[in-house]
């Protein structure tokens, strides 16, 4: 949370940091494992894991931010107020495990997913009560 918490100003906290599930890991990791000998099996899994790392995702008291990249950074928000509907979805394998994903979209075509996230149903309930 390094870069969110370096760009908010004094006024503003983070009300909930939105984490990456497990899955996400262990899937970069049977990647690695089966699909090792090939190079598509490396890539993958290096790519996974340089996700997880520098994926960086919040909901604040005033807009709700999503950080991406190392090297390439690319960042995405949307203000509270300017939110006109939060989309859930889980899948059968993401309801087993806990997971799921949250589509933000606001006023203007604006756009952020939170994908293969924890606790996906707090995150909405969370965001449906500082939406009203």
């Given at each position: 949370?390094?870069?969110i918490?370096?760009?908010l100003?004094?006024?503003?906290k ?6 990456l ?8 990791w049977?990647?690695?494992i089966?699909f ?6 490396i890539?993958?899994f290096?790519k996974?894991?340089?996700e997880?790392?520098?994926?960086e995702?919040?909901i604040?008291e005033?807009r709700v ?16 107020n ?5 989309n ?7 309801r087993?495990f806990g997971s799921?994903?949250?589509n933000?979209?606001?006023t203007g ?8 996230i924890?606790?996906?149903?707090q995150?909405?309930?969370t ?6």
């Open positions: 949370m390094r870069y918490n370096s760009t100003p004094d006024n503003e983070i009300i909930l940091v939105v984490e599930h497990w899955i996400r890991k262990f899937l970069a049977f990647y690695l089966f090792g000998i090939f190079i598509i099996g890539y993958l290096v996974i894991m340089i997880n790392w520098t994926t995702q919040a604040t005033k931010i999503k950080k991406i990249g190392w090297i390439k950074r690319s960042t995405e928000e949307i203000s509270l300017r939110i006109e509907e939060v859930f979805k889980q899948s059968i394998i993401q087993l799921g994903d949250i933000i979209r606001g075509g604006g756009e952020v997913r939170f994908v293969w924890e606790n996906p149903t995150v909405h309930k965001l449906n009560q500082l939406r009203s």
